[in-house]
């Protein structure tokens, strides 16, 4: 097994065995949104995506932003989200499809996306109750939720026989820390496999930190991923096992949310919202 877990950390440091930045990914990236024809740029991107151009108008349909009608075109989409919340919902989208195998294996993909969804979801509503001086941009947040535990799809996009090895024993041991699981099974977190990845796609050194760290938010490499690190931490205990089977501890201290500057009497207020935000997200998701 030794030499397998050698393998496994070569591979994700070979250029050739991770999958290129999606083209449609780059582009968005690339998009200033600060100019009209940056915006309208966007949306003709995501317009020549069905996968994309899909999932935003179902989120923009979500109970979660109250939309008055049936909304069916991207631009009525980007008006009920705003463009920051499309552009990082649509690289998200699309670094997902490119990872996505077919067939799947034993990794559910549907359930993946729910968990990044509702994580990511979750992350801003608590970032809404930070100072304002300390909060992070809304669609940072969303896109560090949205693509915290790629390393999963990682790890099946390029060993599929020990993916499906890692969710049977995560799948048959729900209350053993994922951390462990890996460290027994594979040798390796998905955390520093979508880190490599990360690392390999050019993208901001936060992104890469939030990825490597979101399950160990006390190492001192976490601080270049802070706050997001702290509000991912949180979100994932409020929300244990939700979508895919990556049991996390549900233990919650004040230190928690004070470290984020909230009021720990808040609490309580703060976990229903954060409930709400999965349910919402399990609508969106099934609609998909």
Not at 99 to 121: D, K
Not at 253 to 279: F, K, M, T, Y
Request: proline share 7%; net charge negative.
């Amino acid at each position: 097994m030794n030499d397998k877990r050698v393998d496994l950390r070569a591979s994700i440091r070979n250029l050739d065995s991770l999958p290129a930045m999606p083209l449609v990914a780059q582009k968005i990236l690339r998009l200033p949104l600060d100019t009209l024809e940056g915006e309208n740029q966007l949306l003709r991107l995501i317009e020549q995506d069905p996968l994309v151009s899909a999932r935003i108008i179902g989120l923009a349909n979500s109970p979660l932003f109250g939309a008055a009608n049936k909304i069916t075109s991207i631009p009525d989409s980007a008006m009920m989200l705003g463009m920051n919340r499309v552009k990082s919902v649509s690289v998200g989208i699309a670094v997902m499809s490119t990872l996505t195998r077919h067939p799947a294996g034993h990794m559910n993909v549907q359930h993946l996306w729910l968990h990044s969804l509702g994580i990511a979801l979750a992350m801003c509503s608590l970032a809404r109750a930070m100072p304002t001086r300390s909060r992070p941009p809304d669609d940072e947040v969303f896109f560090a939720g949205l693509l915290h535990d790629i390393g999963f799809m990682v790890l099946n996009y390029i060993d599929p026989v020990r993916s499906d090895l890692l969710q049977s024993r995560l799948a048959a041991t729900p209350d053993r820390p994922v951390q462990e699981v890996e460290a027994e099974v594979i040798g390796i977190g998905h955390g520093e496999l979508g880190a490599e990845l990360a690392r390999h796609w050019d993208l901001p050194d936060t992104i890469i930190a939030v990825l490597r760290y979101h399950h160990t938010p006390a190492h001192a490499g976490a601080n270049a991923g802070q706050p997001f690190i702290s509000l991912l931490n949180l979100a994932e205990k409020l929300l244990p096992a939700f979508g895919i089977s990556e049991h996390v501890s549900p233990d919650i201290s004040g230190h928690d949310w004070s470290i984020l500057g909230i009021d720990p009497a808040r609490a309580e207020e703060l976990a229903v919202s954060v409930r709400e935000q999965a349910e919402h997200a399990k609508q969106v998701a099934s609609t998909l």
